[in-house]
């Protein structure tokens, strides 16, 4: 309500973003990447985060993420500088990841995610972003989860202001890639095949992001103007 009786009003020009600049940029309000080389690759949870951890398998979360960052970061290849956030079992502050982000240029983040509900019967891959010029990849993203886990396994994508979709000042997806409280989807991922393919499928998006943009992923979202995301925000 608010910034809407300002834009009506007019604001100052002195106040008003550049295009390019300050407003604009800040929020990620442009089309997707095109030629980036650096690729951030981010494991969830870890340390004394274990994320979610299986019933059904009693594996966790935590170990599921890194064994996928690094087979993406297999199935990149040497095509591209390959950043992983966690390359063992540490436990890593959701804003001092955004900081490490936030180091990079030309570079792009994915955040890999296993899912829990305490619905038995909830299963599937979903993508949530945030910013304009995360929703090729993020449309890239889901379509190659989806090719794996099946059509009628497809959450699609949500659009979700958390600190990892927000906060980073670069391209930036967190996916999900299964729930762990699905007893069929959770002996799925426990399988090192299935997560292969998973992982070669995220990276033929990026891959795919890189050397097109966005062709082929449909018309932009709006742009949305809101604050940083911050931990006393809804649960992430
Ligand atoms: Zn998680």
Known sequence: MGSALLSSCGVAPELKPSLGGYGRDEYGHRPGPQGFRTVILDAGHGG???????????????DLTLDTVKRVRAELGSEF?????????????????????NQYANAILVSIHY?????????????????????GLATRSQRAMTSVAGESNSRGLVRRR????????????????????????????????????????????????????DAGTGPLPRPINAPPSRPTDAPE
């Open 48 to 62: 004394k985060d274990s994320g979610a951890i299986s019933q059904h398998t009693g594996m966790k979360e935590k």
């Open 81 to 101: 500088n390959v950043v992983l956030m966690r390359n063992g079992d540490y436990f890593i502050d959701l804003d001092e990841r955004v900081a490490r982000t």
């Open 115 to 135: 899912n829990s509900s305490r619905s038995p019967s909830t299963r599937g891959v979903e993508t949530y972003y945030w910013r304009v010029d995360s929703h």
């Open 162 to 213: 958390i600190r990892l979709t927000r906060n980073p000042q670069i391209p930036c997806l967190l996916l999900e890639l299964g729930y762990l409280s699905h007893a069929q989807e959770s002996r799925l991922v426990a399988s090192p095949e299935y997560r292969q393919k998973l992982a070669r499928g995220i990276a033929g998006a990026i891959r795919q992001q890189a050397q097109i943009g």
